[in-house]
């Protein structure tokens, strides 16, 4: 079980850091901040630079936090949290990546709530620390406020699409 859980969090920390990077800067394939910025605003989304940042920083640090295996229910809430907001907006599309759909990023959900329920196994430094087992109210916690901070986060930042109004069509 130690082997598996770590494949898990390594895997997991690795994508979400680096899907992250993308988000900020030209590595692995990104736009840099202006391209980030730019998807956000072609999903619906206020906030410019601040929530390019924030959603980049957000993967960043949940996937160093998973990679490192320290701090698992923080990695948690804030991997569940960003994550979840893409979910929200791939959600019209279908489950499916060829579709823009949401099966990667709902993926990524569902493993950190795996991640939080087991904790980060053996070889981690919340183990090696102490902290863990955490108790399972911890991770059940952890994905509430991360699922409540991503839907409010979708609430509070994103746009209604724009209706045009009869003087603006002729």
Request: charge should be neutral.
């Amino acid at each position: 079980m130690t082997v598996g859980l770590l494949i898990l969090r390594l895997v997991t920390g690795l994508l979400l850091a680096a899907h992250g990077l993308q988000k900020v800067s030209f590595r692995l394939g990104g736009q840099g901040l202006a391209g980030g910025i730019a998807e956000f605003r072609e999903d619906g989304f206020r906030g410019g630079a601040l929530t390019a940042l924030a959603a980049g920083g957000g993967q960043i640090t949940a996937g160093i936090l998973f990679l490192a295996g320290a701090l698992t229910p923080l990695a948690v809430a804030t991997a569940v949290g960003v994550m979840t907001v893409a979910v929200t907006v791939k959600w019209p599309n279908g489950p499916w990546a060829p579709h823009d759909g949401y099966e990667y990023p709902g993926f990524l959900v569902v493993a950190a709530v795996v991640l939080g329920f087991t904790g980060p196994g053996s070889w981690s430094l919340d183990d090696f620390y102490g902290p863990t087992p955490w108790p399972g109210w911890v991770a059940a916690t952890a994905a509430a406020v991360g699922l409540a901070a991503g839907l409010l986060t979708r609430l509070a930042l994103h746009r209604a699409p724009h209706t045009p109004t009869a003087e603006e069509t002729s």
